[in-house]
């Protein structure tokens, strides 16, 4: 076994979580980027068509956030929204016959990588302009306040949409009237092919709610356990009424902004220190191992458990048909 370098990762090995807590975030992160490497695959085939943005390197995040919500919290985000799916439980088949473009989808085939919703597991989409979920996070939130029902939204965004003016429009309103939102700011240090040195005048996105009286935290999203207890922070302080939180998630993406992305703006070393080095997945395989919580045999049955669903889920993709032409004429308005 690998002794991995990994001095940033706050989270003590192993302190306060159960084996079985460890093993779900590893099988939950693995099915992601199992899942994500396999639409890749099947883009490459031509199978996908349109944009397509993987979010390899960025698990821990949805992860973590996930793991300390209840039943009616809310997600909404951009068009990097597989994870976030997943996450939330929805079925990677449905998903990943969406990408195909085919009838069994979640939206029948007619949305595709960017526009999933499920009203079951409080999915709000799915964005794929730049920015436009926030104000409708906070709308979700809106909601949630009007009916007391003490419900949270999730609002992610991208450290390049972190420069947009929607956003502070929407944390003026979020904080006039305490709307319990979290604002997710996942800075994978690149908007699209733009370093955040390039194109950020103050790169701690997690103090730009200072001027709205918003408080915010940097996290480590490379750590899930990091990830997870900022969750738990930030959701208390929404459910006390105390209004919005702001969460700076540091992250990496390793693949391309979506799959037509030459990387001209990175080195591919750079990649593959923060692989070696940061990888969230490998962290909790360390934490499982190095804790005696499981062998390397356990985590090759999870592998193999998690090649399953993600195998079913591409041949569903493949053979679902597409959609019928009447499909046309459904859910639009006249
Ligand atoms: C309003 C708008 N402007 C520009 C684009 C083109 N565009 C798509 S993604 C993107 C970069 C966003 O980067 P970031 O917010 O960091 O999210 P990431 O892709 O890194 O997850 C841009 C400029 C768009 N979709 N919408
Ligand atoms: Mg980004």
Known sequence: MATRKNPETKSAPGANVSKDELLKYYREMLLIRRFEEKAG???????????????????????GLEAATREGDKRITSYRDHGHMLACGMDPKGVMAELTGREGGLSRGKGGSMHMF??????????????????????????????????????????????QGQIYETFNM?????????????????????????????????????????????????????????????????????????????????????MSDPAKYRTREEVQKIREER??????????????????????????EIKVIVNEAAEFSKESPEPALEELWTDIYA
């Open 118 to 163: 499920s009203k079951e597991k409080h999915f709000y989409g799915g964005h794929g302009i730049v920015g436009a979920q926030v104000p409708l996070g906070a709308g979700l939130a809106f909601a949630d306040k009007y009916l007391e029902n003490g419900g949270v939204t999730f609002a992610y965004f991208g450290d390049g949409a972190a420069n």
């Open 279 to 304: 990888d969230a997945i490998e962290h909790v395989r360390d934490l499982l191992l190095n804790g005696g919580h499981a062998t390397d045999d356990d985590l090759k049955a999870i592998d193999k």
């Open 41 to 63: 695959q099947l883009y490459g085939m031509g199978l996908i068509g349109g944009f397509c943005h993987l979010y390899i390197g960025q698990e821990a995040v949805v992860v």
């Open 174 to 258: 979020a904080a006039l009237w305490k709307l319990p939102v979290i604002f997710v700011i996942e800075n994978n240090q690149y908007a699209m092919g733009t370093a955040q040195r390039r194109s950020t005048s103050t790169p701690e996105l997690y103090t730009r709610g200072q001027a709205f009286g918003i408080p915010g935290e940097p996290v480590d999203g490379m750590d899930v356990l990091a990830v997870k207890a900022a969750s738990e922070k930030a959701i208390a302080h929404c459910r006390s009424g105390e209004g919005p939180y702001i969460l700076e998630v540091k992250t990496y993406r390793y693949r391309g902004h979506s």
